[in-house]
């Protein structure tokens, strides 16, 4: 009886919203004809390519940010807005050229984020779970690093003479961020209190070490991992009395105390809150250590504002840092949280780390120039991860669907997981989500199969590019193509014989030898 009221006050509700749930113009098709051609006028404004040469270079990385992902955190910035959500524009929306980036590892059809990171920041793929090595090296083995290291963008920039940055929301020696600076075999080497004996005695370094060893003075690091800098037991100066945060090094290094030495004279600062870091006057600082927690940043619906800083406030200070230099610079903004978020099964937290990542990206677009800096992007896996159900415009992307399901005759939530923790069954049936609060926090989605951690997806995943050389980024690509293309538009890396021809100067810089030959002949005749 119960599960027939049920039925019959979901086709009730079904048919209410049969009802127009949306704008009115939205029925008249001049409102749909006259938006097309006016995209179709600022497409055709692309006809004229921005060929300038870049000279500031900032790549977002949303962490297992798959299509889905994107599509859902587009209708959350609505609702968020008290729109409907689905008509909402991402920042990253607006960029003009999209493609698409295959991100598979050369030993893995679905990858994860070490062997992804070392594609798209050093422009060469890898294998699972190493970062900054080719596909030579073996994960876990040691003797497997020497003479397979790969270098990365951020090197390259910084040997060009630009200024360079890590911001994250994770720790700094996390996958995605370790692949700009560290070359190991094992991406959970984050000190060397994670490493084994074997490995540290046959000279493998961990990879915070690396941080500040590898890549002498990167201007500003920003983001968690407070605890790896620090010697093992030694307490954490925002929570002195959780052990688990206390320090990991068993060298009993304090690499914190150790770049501060080396920084002293150089107008470099370390801060560990978000008051330390806003009252810095970027002006009067050029290099940044900023640390804000022992482990990964909070959530951002979780983040205390008073300690912990936004990911869009770390970015701003890091471009008024970065844009200091004439030559220019290279920012890694990693929203790194999204990816924890899904594999918890907390959509709602995976969706607002997107939404705030995209406010990251529209801050830093109004602090730069399209005419000269090159912005990309872009993810580096996907999730299992979706939604649907025919849900009706409007609908609350956490909601239900509209409709019981026809097999169990009980209500699903319009977002669900392939696989994860969100299973669960009472009685011998799944559990019926209309007793819970499914709209809070921390409420794990329903998936088919159970899994104490939801995996990553296998699709290829959205690269969103604007400014110089930005439409070299179309089609379908691999993903190590993305560093090659940033360091082709800011003549750094590989490619440069282009950045001379570009501006007239290359036939200036040809001719000289001859000229001067010349004159050297005309004297000696003379």
């Known amino acids: 009886m119960k599960v027939t009221i049920l039925l019959i006050c979901s086709c009730l509700a079904w048919e209410g919203l049969g009802k127009p749930q949306f704008p009115d113009q939205e029925k008249d098709p001049l409102f749909w004809n006259t938006w097309a051609q006016r995209t179709l006028k600022n497409a055709l404004t692309l006809q004229k390519l921005n060929q300038n040469t870049a000279k500031n270079l900032i790549l977002f990385l949303g962490d297992g940010m798959g299509i889905p992902t994107v599509t859902a955190a587009r209708i959350l910035k ?12 991402l920042e990253m929306d607006k960029f003009p050229y999209v493609a698409l980036s295959k991100t598979y590892n050369t030993n893995a059809q679905v990858a994860d984020s070490a062997g992804t990171a ?28 020497q003479g397979n290291e790969v270098t990365s963008i951020l090197r390259w920039a910084k040997e060009a003479g630009k200024s360079v940055g890590i911001v994250t929301t994770t720790r700094v020696n996390h996958a995605t961020p370790s692949a700009a600076y560290a070359h190991c075999v094992d991406r959970d080497w984050y000190s060397d209190g994670e490493m084994p004996a074997e490995a ?37 100066v925002e929570y002195p009395g959780e052990k688990k945060h206390f ?3 068993i060298d009993r290094r304090n690499l914190v105390e150790e770049w ?44 205390n504002n ?31 949280r999204i990816d924890h978020g899904h594999h918890d099964g907390k959509a709602k937290q995976a969706l607002h780390e997107a939404v705030e990542m995209d406010r990251a990206i529209g801050h830093a677009g109004l602090m730069t120039s399209i005419y000269d800096t090159m912005t990309v992007v872009t993810a580096d896996h996907s999730h299992m991860f979706n939604f649907g159900g025919y849900t009706p415009r409007g609908n609350t992307i956490f909601g239900l669907a509209p409709i019981l399901s026809d097999v169990d005759q ?33 409420y794990k989605a329903q998936s088919a199969v159970p899994l104490s951690m939801e995996t990553h997806g296998g699709e290829d995943v959205a690269v969103f590019a604007k400014g110089p050389m930005a439409h070299l980024l179309h089609g379908v690509h691999e993903q190590n193509y993305i560093p090659h293309v940033m360091a082709y538009a800011a003549c750094i890396g590989q490619n440069r014989d282009h950045c001379m021809s570009s501006s007239g100067a290359s036939s200036l810089s040809a001719a000289l030898p001859s000229l001067t030959a010349l004159l050297t002949l005309i004297r000696l005749l003379c």
Request: with cysteine.
């Open 410 to 442: 009980k209500p699903f939530t319009a977002i669900l997981y392939g696989n994860g923790p969100g299973f669960k069954v009472v009685n011998g049936l799944r559990e019926n989500v209309s007793t819970l609060d499914y709209e809070e926090n921390n």
């Open 260 to 303: 501060n030495n080396r920084m002293k004279n150089k107008n470099a600062h370390y801060v560990w809150n978000k008051k330390e870091l806003l009252s810095l006057n970027p002006n009067s600082v050029d290099y940044l250590l900023g640390l804000f927690e022992p482990g990964d940043l909070p959530y951002d619906l979780e983040r």
């Open 200 to 236: 540290v005695e046959a000279g493998c370094k961990d990879i915070a070490r690396q941080l500040f060893e590898n890549i002498p003075n990167i201007d500003v690091i920003m983001g968690g991992g407070r605890k790896y800098m620090f010697p093992k037991n030694q307490s954490d």
């Open 306 to 336: 008073e300690t912990d800083p936004s990911l869009t406030e770390m970015v701003e200070v890091a471009i008024k840092i970065l844009k200091k230099n004439p030559s220019g610079f290279y920012l890694l903004v990693e929203g790194g």
């Open 118 to 145: 070392t594609a798209y920041l050093c422009g060469v793929k890898a294998n699972e779970g190493t970062v900054g090595v080719s596909a030579a090296a073996v994960r876990s083995q040691c003797n497997t690093t």
């Open 78 to 89: 609505g609702q968020l807005s008290r729109q409907s959500g689905e008509e909402t524009q």
């Open 247 to 249: 320090g990991t090094r």
